[in-house]
């Protein structure tokens, strides 16, 4: 659970039982939501899951040809094979045409508006490594 002083810029409530997604995903719906952008949560791109090659994708903004990922250390940082998988997905991704943005959990639990803006407007805060 993430504690008051991690929330310390972020306005929005913890997700309730009916949430889906990670608590730090609500956050970056939260924040999507209140600044009015049209997104899809949870897209399949390339097959999805099915497909050699496809994903699942946190949050697609199709006016901006961006994809937005939430990562978690424990399902993108826990093991090499999970660092490499995600820099495969970030470029068959991109070689599409669109855009991929990573946000680290910790950044958009403690500041979602922030770094949601940040990533609309194309930049990274991401560590290179992905």
Known sequence: MVTQIQRRNNPFSPPGP????????????QALTSLRVDFTFQSQLMGGRTVLGGAIVDFIIP?????????????????????ASD???????????TRVI?????????????????????????????
């Open 18 to 29: 009916d949430w889906i997604g990670s608590e730090p995903e609500w956050y970056a719906f």
């Open 63 to 83: 006016n901006l040809n961006l994809v937005i990922g939430i990562q978690g250390i424990y399902w993108h940082y826990s093991s090499a094979g999970r660092i």
């Open 87 to 97: 820099k495969a997905q970030r470029i068959a991704i991109e070689s599409t045409g």
């Open 102 to 130: 990573w946000i680290q959990e910790e950044d958009i639990t403690r500041n979602p508006i922030f770094y949601i803006r940040e990533a609309l407007q194309y930049r990274e805060h991401t560590p290179d490594f992905i």
